[in-house]
């Protein structure tokens, strides 16, 4: 019932053969620009497997494509705005050749006052579709190339899972593989939920030969995607969970490191923190979005969790793995946030210590139900707290980085630095950034490197 059909999938199969013949041996290419999360990501190397399969040729510059999708992100304004002004650019291109098709795509088209946005502000985009429309992509890009209407799809609440769909990666060592789709879980400030739909999950089975698809293929680094992955599996009428698909990955044999991105407090079950510890590939690295230190501020983010569960699960994630790397999420500035609770959020990032933090000042969303509190926190002072909050955090991370000198930490190497020729660029498990010299190409292989110099976002080291 939540699957694409063969019908469907058929009758998409016949747009791409039709746009095919259209497009092959033209040399016609195609440029995708990937804003917001690693699920967009994922979503664009789908899209650009679908491009190619039309007759496209992708190209990294937009100035010579004959296509051009912007997969569009909505978490914050910001966010948003980059991508109008990216859309706004691509006005020049249409102008100067009007056989050039411009599409857009993501959590931003997937909101009505957006879409509408496009229609009438943008008379040269082509068509506009969301999360769950991807693999429409052959019968827009069809009707387009057809001179057909101007088009602007509208996902369903819960749009169906499209199984099969190839993906042209952007990395050959470090893959992203979407277990779920969706967040049932409307926290109060995000946009999420109703951009992305209600949470569906992915076939254990169609996940399981993903990763050993990705594993034979050398794959060293797996991140399993979904808003978030602890509630994994609930929704299946074979019902699983987390642990059960954890369980079964450590099955697979290979050298690969798994990590889960990102898990919800309120669902992070002790089977779940067992299923991580027995795993050397994932018991390195939990990222666990705590959002704010004020148990009031939480419940008014809708969290259902208290500073107390989440200092508890911190505490068994520690306890079972002593060395394990974790960092969070952090929003400064939610709708009525004291300078009390602000200074309860200092607390626990000085108590916790995360490796890093990925923290946001509060962007008021339109249609969730923050963005109508009462007492949003003027713009001086959330930028105030922030940079407060950034110092703290950078304190605490280069104490941390300090502490890893004299240590040897194994890395996957990512290719040469770009600001020193001399350097290669790698990632510890629990993404710390590692510099090396070395005189051979090791990207895509890990090794081990003794870290000699540690600053508040890098480590240095030699490789051993
Ligand atoms: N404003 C600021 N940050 C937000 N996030 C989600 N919605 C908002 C918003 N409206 C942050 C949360 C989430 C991360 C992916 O983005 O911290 O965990
Ligand atoms: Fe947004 Fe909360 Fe869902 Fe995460 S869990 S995607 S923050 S609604």
């Keep these: 019932m ?7 999938i058929n ?5 791409l053969s039709k746009a095919r013949a259209i497009l092959e041996g ?11 999360c690693q699920q967009n990501e994922a ?21 010579e494509a004959d296509i051009l999708i912007v997969n569009t992100c909505a978490i914050r304004e910001h966010a ?64 387009a190339l057809n001179g057909g209407k101007r088009y602007f799809d509208i996902d369903p609440e819960t749009p169906k899972i499209a199984e099969g769909l190839d993906s042209v990666r952007e990395s050959t060592y470090r893959a992203w593989v979407s277990i779920m789709y969706g967040c049932n879980n409307f926290c109060t400030y995000c946009i999420v939920p109703y951009v992305r739909g209600r949470e569906r999950s992915r076939k254990k089975e169609d996940i399981l030969l993903e990763i050993k698809d990705l594993v034979k293929k050398g794959y060293k ?24 698909l954890l369980d079964d990955i450590s099955k697979i044999e290979g050298d690969f490191w798994l990590h889960l ?74 709708p009525g946030e004291s300078e009390d609770d602000f200074e309860r959020t200092l607390e626990v990032i000085e108590r916790v210590k995360y490796d890093s933090v990925f923290s946001f000042i509060y962007s008021p969303r339109k249609g969730t139900p923050a963005a109508s509190m009462e007492n949003q926190i003027p713009e001086e002072i959330k930028h105030e707290r922030y940079q407060r909050f950034c110092d703290k955090q950078n304190d605490i991370s ?6 890893f000198v004299g240590k040897s930490v194994r890395v996957l190497v990512d290719g040469k630095s770009k600001s020193n020729e001399k350097m290669y660029t790698s990632r510890t498990q629990g993404n710390k950034i590692v510099h090396f010299e070395c005189d051979k190409d090791y990207t895509g292989s890990f090794i081990n490197v003794k870290i000699t110099r540690a600053d508040t976002f890098n480590l240095f080291g030699e490789i051993i």
């Design 2 to 8: 939540g699957f694409v059909d063969f019908s469907e």
């Design 11 to 15: 009758k998409q199969n016949e747009y």
């Design 26 to 36: 033209k040399g016609k290419k195609a440029f995708v620009m990937t804003l917001g």
């Design 43 to 63: 979503d664009s190397e789908k899209i650009s497997a679908l491009l190619q399969k039309m007759g496209y040729t992708l190209t990294s510059k937009e100035e």
């Design 80 to 143: 948003e705005k980059r991508a109008l002004s990216i859309v706004g650019r691509f006005k020049h291109y249409k102008s100067a050749n009007p056989d050039i098709i411009i599409g857009v795509c993501g959590c931003m088209t997937a909101q009505e006052h957006r879409r509408e946005h496009f229609k009438r502000s943008y008379h040269y985009v082509n068509f506009t579709f969301g999360t769950g429309a991807i693999h429409r992509l052959p019968e827009f890009v069809y009707n």
């Design 221 to 244: 680094e797996i991140t399993l995607l979904g808003q978030n992955v602890n509630s994994y599996g609930k929704d299946l009428e074979n019902r699983t969970s987390i642990s059960e």
């Design 261 to 334: 991105m990102t898990s919800h407090p309120k669902d992070a079950s002790d089977e779940m923190i067992e299923a991580i510890k027995a795993s050397p590939r994932t018991s390195g690295h939990f990222h666990l979005p705590l959002q704010s230190g004020s148990d009031d501020i939480l419940k008014r983010m809708n969290r259902h969790y208290n500073l107390e569960k989440y200092l508890g699960i911190i505490e068994k994630l520690r306890a079972e793995n002593e060395n394990i790397t974790l960092t969070t999420d952090i929003i400064v500035g939610f």
């Design 398 to 403: 280069k104490e941390i980085n300090d502490s």
